[in-house]
C-alpha cells in the first residue's frame, strides 16, 4: 500500500493502526510527537483506533528542544 509519510511516497504493509507506523518510523520513544492524517492532527490517544488507508498523507513532528 502506497501513502505519504512527510512528503514521501513510501510501501507499507496493508491495514496498519497509526500507532504501529509511528513506531516503525520513530521507535520507542514517542514523547513530543505529533501526527497529522491528511491534515486532520489524531490525538495520541487515537492512534491504536485510527487505521492507515491507501494514499493516506501522514505527517510525523518531533519536538525538539533548542535555542
Request: a negative charge; charged letters at 20%; proline letters at 1%.
Amino acid at each position: 500500500m502506497t501513502i505519504s509519510l512527510n512528503n514521501q511516497t513510501i510501501e507499507i504493509e496493508a491495514q496498519q493502526v497509526l500507532s504501529i507506523l509511528i513506531s516503525k518510523q520513530v521507535g520507542e520513544k514517542q514523547n513530543g510527537i505529533a501526527v497529522a492524517v491528511n491534515g486532520r492532527v489524531v490525538p495520541k490517544t487515537s492512534w491504536t483506533e485510527v487505521t492507515v488507508n491507501e494514499n493516506d498523507e501522514i505527517l510525523i513532528i518531533k519536538a525538539t528542544q533548542g535555542g
